[in-house]
Each structure stands twice: as structure tokens, then as C-alpha cells.
């Protein structure tokens, strides 16, 4: 059986993201997002929120860092990766993080359910049903017989 690491995620930026450049000069940028639950904890009246720790690269890190900043929807999807390292004090220290493969613009806050200021909503114009008239009032051709059709 093939293996499979794919996480797709929805949720709201935790703070600014971190727009770094390796020695190499390549753009990772670190980010988290809060991620609500699907369930929520009923005795404590307040939804559960996982925080998750997403790393992106090159042009993907440029634009996060651009476009995104604390509170703004986001979608991402990755792979989940863990690394271990040992710090300056000679802990060894370990990180789940997403790396992120795919980001793009989740929901406007207003249609999250927010507030929407004032003056800036769309409502498109309501149609018609449409209308068939009769043969002679429209703009089609009509074909008499398929012994002149070019095909």
C-alpha cells in the first residue's frame, strides 16, 4: 500500500508572518493558524481551537508574507513533516509543523458571518425567467433537413 501525507487546512492567521532568507538566499516564511474544531466543549460555552505551525518556501514564502498578515482566512495545503534538533543548551528539541505545497485566500470576513460595513455588499440584479417566444421573433436559423448540414 502506497503511502499517503497530505494535510488541508482552513483557519485564521495567530500573528504576522516571518519572512526569513536562508544563507542561501532562498524565502521561507513561518506562520500559524488556528484552526477551529468541529466540536465544541459545552460546559466550558467556548469552541476548541488547534493551533498548527505551517513553514512555506521561494515565491509561495514571498506571498504569504505579502498578502497575508494576523487574522486573515487561510487554505493551505501540504505535507506534515517533523524535525528534532538540540538547542544552544544541548536540549534536544522537536517540531511538527505543515509544509506548506499549496496557499490561497480563504473566506472574507463578511462572509464568515462578520459584520459587513456599510456600502459594500453585492447584491446581484434579479432576472427574468426566461422567455421562449415563437420561432419568427428569434434569431436562430432553422435548419430543414440534415441532408445539408456540412458534416
Same mark, same amino acid.
Given at each position: 500500500? $502506497?503511502?499517503?501525507?497530505?494535510?488541508i487546512l482552513?483557519?485564521h492567521?495567530?500573528?504576522d508572518?516571518e519572512?526569513?532568507q536562508?544563507?542561501s538566499?532562498?524565502? /521561507?516564511?513561518?506562520?500559524?493558524?488556528?484552526?477551529?474544531?468541529?466540536y465544541?466543549?459545552a460546559d466550558q460555552?467556548q469552541?476548541?481551537?488547534?493551533?498548527i505551525?505551517i513553514?512555506s518556501?521561494?515565491?509561495?514564502a514571498?506571498? /504569504?508574507?505579502?498578502y497575508?498578515?494576523?487574522g486573515?482566512s487561510?487554505? /493551505?495545503?501540504?505535507?506534515?513533516?517533523?524535525?528534532?534538533?538540540?538547542d544552544n543548551?544541548g536540549q534536544?528539541?522537536?517540531v511538527t509543523?505543515?509544509? $506548506?505545497?499549496e496557499?490561497?485566500?480563504g &473566506?472574507p470576513? &463578511?462572509?464568515q458571518?462578520?459584520d459587513k460595513?456599510?456600502?459594500?455588499?453585492y447584491?446581484?440584479?434579479?432576472?427574468? &425567467?426566461p422567455s421562449?417566444?415563437?420561432? &419568427?421573433e428569434s434569431?436562430?436559423e432553422e435548419?430543414?433537413?440534415d441532408e445539408s448540414?456540412?458534416f
Open positions: 500500500m $502506497a503511502d499517503l501525507n497530505k494535510v482552513m483557519g492567521m495567530t500573528a508572518p519572512l526569513k536562508t544563507t538566499g532562498i524565502s /521561507v516564511c513561518s506562520f500559524s493558524i488556528g484552526v477551529n474544531r468541529r465544541s466543549k460555552g469552541q476548541s481551537v488547534d493551533f505551525n513553514v518556501w521561494r515565491q509561495q514571498e506571498f /504569504v508574507s505579502r497575508f498578515k494576523k486573515s487561510i487554505i /493551505v495545503c501540504g505535507s506534515l513533516q517533523t524535525r528534532n534538533w538540540t543548551q534536544k528539541r522537536y509543523e505543515v509544509v $506548506a505545497d496557499v490561497s485566500f &473566506a470576513a &463578511a462572509a458571518g462578520g460595513p456599510a456600502g459594500q455588499s447584491t446581484p440584479q434579479a432576472y427574468g &425567467a421562449f417566444g415563437n420561432a &419568427a434569431n436562430f435548419i430543414p433537413g448540414l456540412p
